[in-house]
């Protein structure tokens, strides 16, 4: 017995020993070292869930309406009603020619409750709807045209067909208003509204505001990362597009101009009665409308058979097109997909139509008759020149239904 508890203390000793030894040198951690225990392993840590507002990328902050329309809300562009009021607010504004190669604005909120003063309102035209249908907007209007109106009865829209009028409340009229050129304008020219408007026709006509949206209007690069400007996979030339000159007919034509400093392209348009182009201001705040994107989609836009009388434009979505997309100065050749009016559009790169990611902001949306391809300008500002033409008389007259 004595003999095994002197083997027994032995060993303890040699073990005591060697530990003693073994810690000169030693790290804690277990590295190489027998007997020390390993660390835990430090989790990975949980990514932030990636909450989009749906029309501009950026995250979502605490004031963010959760679970309401978007709102998108019809507003002229006739050269004599220029300025237009609220137009900066807006997240994504649309133009598009309608008839007699004037172009048309849809400008969309993501809460119709801080829509500011805007306007002038005009009428609904259906390649404008059947951009937002798929989202189901509240839909802001004064009038709307033959074919408009068929598309509200076959996709059963009357509840958030918002078609203004001053007996209802949701518009009022500024009959004083002077125009750019300190005119007076037509009474056409001079119906508004604004998010309290808005918020109180909801509520008396007992509208349904609510809808959830789990996906945004386009593909934004991830607001956890940082942005990312185009490579420049142009190769038809320079992708240098400091000022980009879009013409949608001959009397109007818009340019932005892009300002490094703010990062932002800055919006011009063209005054044929000038012959000359002039700043797009906002006449509630007086400043320039600015976008960090711009994006030019081409198809075929022509009168609908049997509208010729009143030019109605129909504008091809079915099979999509050619496309650019403005950012940083730069432009990167596209392709665009939309299908049927309740597909969304889609923006696809050019060569492989994978899904095509754009930077987060607010984005300038034009979609553009095929015949004005070859008008389509990209160009350094070191390079640029202000085009100057003759004056014109403004001959193009806004029909209403």
Known sequence: MKRLMSVVLAVLMAAS????CGGKGETTSGEGGQGASSPAATPEPTPEPYEAQVLTGYEKDIDYPEGERITAVMVNNIQACRPQR??????????????????????VFTDYKDIPEIGPIRSARDQFFRLVLPWQPLYVHVGQSVVQRQYIEDYSYEEWDLEGNTAAGLIYRDKN????????????????????????????????????????????VDYRDPAVIPAGNFVEGDNNAERVTIRHSQSYRTQFDYDASLGQY???QYYSSLGSYRDTI????DQQLMFDNVIVLFTDIHTYPGHEAKDLQYAEYSWGGVGYYCYGGKIEKIRWEKGTPLDTLRLVTFDTQEPFEINCGKSYVTVVDIDEAESFKWEPLATAQDTQEAPTSETFVENED
């Not at 609220?86 to 400008?107: C, H, N, P, Q, W």
């Not at 906002?282 to 705040?285: F, I, K, R, S």
């Open 86 to 107: 609220g137009l900066s607010a807006a997240d994504i504004l649309f133009e598009i020619k309608v008839e007699g190669g004037i172009t048309r604005f849809m400008a």
């Open 177 to 220: 208003r002077l125009n750019w050129a300190g005119n007076t304008v037509a009474t056409e020219h001079t119906a508004y509204t604004n998010g309290e408007k808005i918020a109180e026709y909801i509520e008396s006509q007992n509208i349904d505001d609510r809808r959830s949206y789990n996906s945004t209007f386009f593909d934004f």
């Open 266 to 268: 800055k919006m011009a």
């Open 282 to 285: 906002d006449e509630n705040n």
């Open 17 to 20: 020993v060697f530990t003693a």
